[in-house]
Nanobody
Framework: QVQLVESGGGLVQAGGSLRLSCAAS????????MAWYRQAPGKQRELVAV???????NYADSVKGRFTISRDNAKNTVYLQMNSMKPEDTAVYYC?????????WGQGTQVTVSS
């Protein structure tokens, strides 16, 4: 079994920064892509950023230039540095780890940006 534990969410003012972390543990041989998704109230879950095992990244247009995804393969951990945050970034943020045979989800962490 594999578990993903997220941390780092909270309340921040517009223009501020937060850093999310997600650590994977359990029966892990290797992790392919790791990603962050978010879901705002009344909206569908959307991809925020993704990073491959080799470090290639891709971002949603709405966060390009403000958010940075990174990972530490030795620690099976993915990070999301969020800068210049906006009220529209308010959502529950979920991490996702694709192990090839199955993709696991974290429990989610609330991020609230006040105007």
């Amino acid at each position: 079994q594999v578990q993903l534990v997220e941390s780092g969410g909270g309340l921040v003012q517009a223009g501020g920064s937060l850093r999310l972390s997600c650590a994977a543990s359990g029966s892990i041989f290797s992790i392919n892509t790791m990603a962050w998704y978010r879901q705002a109230p009344g909206k569908q879950r959307e991809l925020v950023a993704v990073i491959t095992s080799g470090g290639s990244t891709n971002y949603a247009d709405s966060v390009k230039g403000r958010f940075t995804i990174s990972r530490d393969n030795a620690k099976n951990t993915v990070y999301l540095q969020m800068n210049s945050m906006k009220p529209e970034d308010t959502a529950v943020y979920y991490c996702n780890a694709d192990l090839g045979y199955y993709a696991y989800w974290g429990q989610g962490t609330q991020v609230t940006v006040s105007s």
